[in-house]
């Protein structure tokens, strides 16, 4: 039976009067539309449709009710069951994607839109591209655990190329240190000392206790630090001088408590807010943050002519080419490599062969006594000269 008014249920002519016809239907609350040439082909295209909505057959892995679900809300499960130990800068990336695709369905989400996004927020300018690239490896890290339980098929922020990142690697100079040690008081001092003896991160340093300390073996023991796996961080005598300096062992279980509570670990932002940063401001000395520090010890000791190899394994690093930052410091660095390639030596030796060559026997005695008079310390040598000489003259 036939519609009131002619009309068909899930056919429309947009514009009215324009003979555009097109099916619309509705899986799961979506709509969805396709385009017909005319009434009677939008007509077939419905009923097909719709027939395979029924034997769902119309892709249903796409339109799986267990699947619509928004970034918001995986982004919430994803962060319920993160085991990581930075999650804090999960939670801040993931308020900033839920407040920009929060709404979003999961499937919905593409890989030119994320481009387009990551474009704008270049253009905006008030993010560096290693910030940008961070808010993109947490998306994609999201996305792929998506993929991994079903809800997608493929990960949209797979298929986007990230920013070029410059590598800076900032350390205090010896001047730097002394003028910081001038301003700061002694035992505010010995905090920033003590990270430039260890090399410790901030985390591992504030929240040191007494426990993972000793002195008799000179090491320190990070249970649980940023790579997950347990640390032996050994230390230099001044480290010890420093530890031996502080009593708070006596009222406290950490080497830095808090001011007003022991039993509380000191606040390293609050140290750093209120102590560190004026310092830093007062001696002049700019781009430099507590991690500075790190890197200061890094360098310090590949300087010193420490290998790269120790340097890693003091400083803990899971990758060796992140220690590698710090090669170009070592005043041998390349350089042995790039001298035995050089020409420099072929064209000595061919310079020295010619030379030999093209003197004369009365030049080459002349030379033989010359060579006499500037080696008459080496003894016996000198006198196997002396005899050599003396061939030579019986000779011509």
Known sequence: MARKHG?????????????????????????????????????????????????????????????????????????????????????????????????????????????????????????????INRHFAYLRRVLMLAVEDGKINRNPVSGIKFFPEEIRTRFLSDDELNELQKIMEPEDWKLVAFAVETGLRREEQFKLRWDQISLETSTLVLPLPKGGKTRHVPLSECAKEILRSFVSFLSSPWVFPCATDPRKPQSAQSFINRIYTPALKRTGVTGACWHTLRHTAASRRVMAGVSIYTVKEILGHRDITTTMRYSHLTPEYLQDAVNRGSLAGTVTRTVTNEESKEKSPEEETSQAIDNKKESDWLGDEGSNLDRQIQNLLSCH
């Open 7 to 131: 009309k068909d249920k899930g056919i429309l002519e947009h514009p009215k009067g324009s003979d555009k016809w097109w099916v619309r239907i509705y899986v799961n609350g979506r709509e969805k539309r396709y385009r017909a040439d005319n009434k009677t082909q939008a007509k077939a295209i419905y009923g097909r449709l719709q027939a395979d909505i029924r034997e769902k057959r119309y892709f249903p892995e796409k339109y799986d009710k267990s699947k619509d679900i928004t970034l918001r809300v995986w982004i919430k499960l994803c962060l319920e069951g993160s085991t990581n130990r930075g999650v804090r800068n999960e939670e801040r990336y993931g308020r900033f994607w839920s407040l920009l695709l929060g709404k979003r369905i999961l499937t919905e989400i593409t890989t030119g839109e994320c481009r387009r996004l990551q474009k704008k927020m270049e253009k905006r300018g008030n993010r560096k591209p290693a910030t």
